[in-house]
């Protein structure tokens, strides 16, 4: 059973400060995970991809992936109001490139002005 | 390009009777995912078609099925509907390789009654 997993929070963080969301897996055979991004209401939004163990950064948002410890993070720096929603992380098993995303239950994001 | 549309965005059911839900893909993605999303269990994999065949299965009973045609566009059945079917039903398609990530369109919210 491929499991992910993520604080379902709620994290609150002030405007301007870094968010730090975090995720861990469960198959040691993950080979792609992704950050979505949810507003209530609204479906998922890729925003972030990482292969490979280290850092990429775009924008505001860095992801960071530790396979040894099956750990990857999202980190939003200067964290404004619109960043509030539910993030997902999303990884992807299967060496075939088929698609089939497993999902943590998301951590919800509010940032205070 | 134009993002990945669902018809129809809302749908209500009876118990019993069966659905069919559309996806028309972003051009040129060969890729077609179907989830669904609830409050209990999250987002959750139903199937993925790629060049008109299933690729891939999740977890799911046989009354859920689905097919792709030749120019991507997908549909997924539902039939006997039961009152735990009532979700935001996802789908997202993808160039074709399981790590460049999915984009989603804005879901069928079935509700049975």
């Known amino acids: 059973q491929k499991e992910v997993e993520q604080n379902s929070g709620p994290l609150s963080v002030p405007e301007g400060a870094i968010a730090s969301l975090n995720c861990t897996y469960s198959?040691?055979?993950?080979?792609?995970f992704f950050w979505y991004r949810q507003y209530s209401g609204k479906s998922p939004e890729l925003i972030m991809s990482i292969y490979s163990n280290g850092d990429k950064e775009d924008g505001r948002f860095t992801a960071q992936l530790n396979k040894a410890s099956q750990y990857v993070s999202l980190l939003i720096r200067d964290s404004q109001p619109s960043d509030s929603a539910t993030y997902l992380c999303?990884?992807?098993?299967?060496?075939?490139?088929?698609?089939?995303?497993?999902f943590g239950t998301g951590t919800r994001l509010t940032v205070i002005p | 390009k134009a993002g990945v549309t669902q018809t129809p965005r809302y749908l209500i059911k009876t118990r019993g009777q069966q659905v069919t839900l559309s996806c028309s893909p972003i051009s040129g993605h060969r890729s077609v995912s179907w989830y669904q999303q609830t409050p209990g269990q999250g987002l959750q994999f139903l199937f993925e078609y790629f060049s008109e065949t299933q690729r891939n299965k999740g977890n799911f009973p046989g009354r859920f099925s689905g097919r792709q045609f030749s120019n991507s566009r997908s549909e997924m059945n539902v039939s006997t509907l039961e009152l735990g079917d009532s979700a935001l039903y996802l789908c997202?398609?993808?160039?074709?390789?399981?790590?460049?990530?999915?984009?989603f369109g804005p879901g069928t919210r079935l509700t049975v009654t």
């Open positions: 997202a398609s993808s160039p074709g390789d399981g790590g460049l990530g999915q984009y």
């Open positions: 198959d040691r055979g993950s080979q792609s």
């Open positions: 999303a990884v992807t098993q299967d060496q075939t490139g088929a698609n089939n995303l497993f």
